[in-house]
């Protein structure tokens, strides 16, 4: 056992037990399995602001927003007065409300790919009904998608979302590999696997697909394998591909939403034809987002004699959410996400110097306020790169900055949110510095 497993099982010994106690009743503990991680997670208690107590008292400066959820904290006074005021008028109502209008108006006005948008309940449901608008809308069954990337559990795209490298195949032509048991046979058939960061074997394996494929499925910052950016050409690449293909470029912003006012479209410049958004935008309660160009999105439009795609769903579209995300996007402004950034710069680059200034080697990737870091041998710039990290070390890092009362995501990923001021940044920075230099004895 590494000495800060020892230390982190001093520190949590109720969490230790709850959590032996759930595993009676729910698989592994939890209903969230990539927040597993050994010994045990602590069961969490109460979050205010960037911080967060758990059962033992630990108190933990969060740096995951509930894996970049929370881009305001705990608490915002403008977010709770927005979905106690809606409590009291009511939760979720027979049909449309005040609420979704203007959230809808807001979108529009904001994220520059979006004519028209639709709400639902997850990043997850989203990216399927993303899918499934660009099937109905190209006649197509085929899906292009990023190795490494992970698009909610939707089986169309739950394909290579962390393949062993033993089994991904050639790099700019990976294999198709299963990301889940349980899937419809034929679904790696049906996936076109694309390199990360590789504008030439990616374009070249959309024009292979060119007759069959309806979407080509990528997140601008490729979240799950560690926040890796997009080369902007990449980007530009997969458009002009897709659009001589004849598919629709899908853009999965579930995390990168937060790096500009209008997501990562508007600070690449490049204009997908369907945004997918979850995650921060429903300001801490569950909301899924698809949005797009209007000929597209109007596969959803009941108006129609015979709409191609029904969308219904109880809870679609609920004035709680809707308020709670109104209010996140009205303090999440022009000004405040370039707050964020700047400070995510700040944090990227004295983290990378804690790490080296102890002698380890390893490289800090991320965009906007979103940061990871790789216990790799050289830059970090796919999924592959990323994979042949030494997880270990990443492991001790966690272990080590909880002990340091910091919180960031077991994978070595983190982000900012905007009560994270200086103090809390100095508390960050500090941390890795005792973390590291006991990683490098
Ligand atoms: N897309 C990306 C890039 C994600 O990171 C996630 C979740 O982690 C999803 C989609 C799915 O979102 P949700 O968890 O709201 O279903």
Redesign the pocket.
């Known amino acids: 056992m590494t000495p800060e497993e020892e230390r982190y099982r001093t520190l949590t010994p109720t969490s230790g037990l709850m959590f032996a106690e759930a595993a009676s009743h729910l698989p592994g503990g939890d209903s969230r399995s990539?927040l597993f991680h050994p010994p045990y997670p602590v069961v969490w208690k109460a979050g205010a602001g960037c911080r967060l107590e758990d059962v033992d008292g630990n108190q933990l400066l969060d740096f995951t927003g509930n894996?970049?959820s929370l881009v305001l904290g705990y608490g915002h006074p403008a977010v709770d007065e927005a979905i106690r005021s809606q409590l009291g008028r009511g939760p979720v109502f027979p049909g449309t409300s005040e609420p979704q209008l203007c959230l809808a108006r807001t979108l529009c006005e904001r994220v520059p790919s979006f004519e028209r948008v639709r709400f639902t309940n997850?990043?997850?449901?989203?990216?399927m009904l993303g899918v499934r608008a660009a099937r109905a809308f190209t006649g197509r069954t085929t899906v292009a998608k990023v190795e490494g990337?992970?698009?909610?559990?939707v089986d169309a795209v739950m394909v290579s979302t962390a393949p062993t490298l033993a089994e991904a195949g050639p790099q700019a032509r990976p294999r198709a590999v299963p990301g889940s048991a349980g899937l419809p046979p034929g679904t790696c058939e049906s996936t076109v696997v694309l390199p990360f960061n590789d504008a030439d074997a990616a374009t070249s394996l959309v024009e292979e697909h060119a007759g069959d494929l309806a979407a080509v499925v990528v997140?601008p910052v490729l979240?799950?394998a560690g926040m890796i950016p997009a080369d902007p050409e990449y980007l530009q690449a997969l458009r002009e591909a897709a659009t001589a293909a004849g598919a629709l470029l899908v853009f999965?912003e579930?995390?990168?939403f937060r790096v500009d006012y209008g997501g990562a479209q508007e600070l690449y410049g490049v204009t997908p034809d369907v945004t997918?958004l979850?995650?921060l935008v429903g300001g801490g309660l569950?909301l899924?987002v698809v949005g797009g160009r209007a000929d597209v999105m109007a596969v959803f439009d009941p108006t129609r004699a015979l709409p191609p795609v029904p969308h219904p769903g109880s809870y679609n579209a609920n004035p709680l959410s809707l308020a709670a995300a109104q209010a996140t996007l009205d303090v999440l402004d022009r000004s405040a996400v370039q707050r964020l950034n700047a400070r995510g710069e700040e944090v990227r680059s004295r983290i990378a110097g804690a790490l080296s200034a102890a002698g380890l080697l390893a490289f800090v990737t991320g965009l906007g306020s979103l940061f990871a870091v790789h216990f790799t041998a050289g830059p970090v710039r796919t999924y592959r790169d990323a994979a042949r990290g030494d997880s270990g070390l990443r492991r001790r890092l966690f272990l080590g900055l909880f002990v340091e009362g910091v919180l960031i995501d077991p994978r070595g990923v983190g982000c900012l949110s905007l009560p994270v001021g200086d103090p809390e940044v100095e508390r960050l920075i500090a941390a890795t510095e005792v973390v590291a230099a006991r990683l490098a004895e």
């Open positions: 990539p894996h970049t997850s990043g997850t449901e989203a990216v990337g992970y698009n909610g559990s997140e979240g799950s999965d579930v995390v990168s997918c979850g995650k569950p899924g």
